[in-house]
């Protein structure tokens, strides 16, 4: 049977893409791997990487050399230490994302999981606890699942780091953050999130990897991460599908 075990996985697999034939993660259209974009969204998608803010992970034009940080990070460091994101949120990622978090599309949290891994990967190596953004329980209950638990899931069983996917809560319903300036983003969220009682021991002295879907102001994760520190984490990473640039690409 255990001779037979490598020999039927392929069989299925086979079978599996016969009938559910792997597609583009952005815009549906036929592809070669499960893990995958066609070569035309490929084009358009924007990845991030070096060179970029050693805190908040922001594109820089040219390379300032190692530990440079932006503007913004220089005038008022973030709560969290350091901040890393797959992609660009734009025209290109819009879609995918949105259809990931309000239309079902559950089956891309293993796609898009895989390509967090790549920006995330030293995040990943020094993490002792990863952990999702939460929802309201409303929101949860209305949408029934929280793609950042979907995400934060996948990535912890591939690095092999622990998920407690309900360490934090969202104390109260804080509304969309969408149209809001960025000191209405803070002001929304401020307070907002706390750590279960019950995980507050597993947090002490911990590294905690907070992963959610786009990080636009980063008013959210800085909230959560405030939370996370004052509850006893030593330190806190942020990972993100795509983050909002408005300079530096």
């Keep these: 049977m255990t001779r037979l075990t490598p020999i039927l996985k392929s069989a299925m697999s086979h079978i599996r893409d016969h009938l559910w034939p792997p ?26 990487g070096p060179p970029q803010c050693d805190t908040c992970g922001v594109p820089f034009p040219f390379d300032p050399g190692a530990g440079a940080l932006c503007a913004e990070c220089t005038r008022a460091r973030p709560p969290y230490a350091r901040a890393r994101a797959a ?3 734009d025209d290109a990622s819009r879609g995918m994302i949105l259809a990931f978090k ?4 559950t089956d891309l949290a293993p796609v898009l999981a895989a390509w967090l ?3 995330g990967a030293t995040l990943l190596g020094d993490a002792d606890i ?7 329980w409303s929101r949860l209950l209305s949408r029934r699942y929280n793609q950042s638990a979907l995400l934060s899931n ?3 069983g591939a690095a092999g780091v622990r998920s407690v996917p309900d360490l934090l809560v969202r104390k109260r319903r804080t509304g969309t ?12 969220v401020q307070g907002a999130f706390k750590v279960t009682a019950r995980h507050v021991r597993l947090l002490r002295d911990k590294r905690v990897l907070l992963v959610d879907d786009v990080m636009t102001t980063g008013a959210t994760l800085e909230a959560c991460s405030r ?23």
């Design 23 to 48: 597609v583009c993660a952005a815009c549906e259209a036929p592809v070669l791997s499960d893990i995958g974009l066609c070569p035309e969204c490929w084009d358009e998608m924007s990845f991030l």
């Design 87 to 89: 992609f660009v949120y």
């Design 102 to 105: 309000h239309a079902d599309r």
């Design 117 to 119: 891994a790549r920006p």
């Design 130 to 136: 990863i952990a999702p953004v939460p929802l309201h």
């Design 154 to 156: 996948y990535l912890a």
């Design 177 to 188: 953050q969408g149209g809001k300036s960025r000191a209405a983003r803070r002001r929304n």
């Design 227 to 249: 939370a996370l520190l004052r509850a006893g984490a030593s330190a806190v990473d942020v990972i993100t599908i795509a983050r909002v640039v408005t300079s530096g690409l």
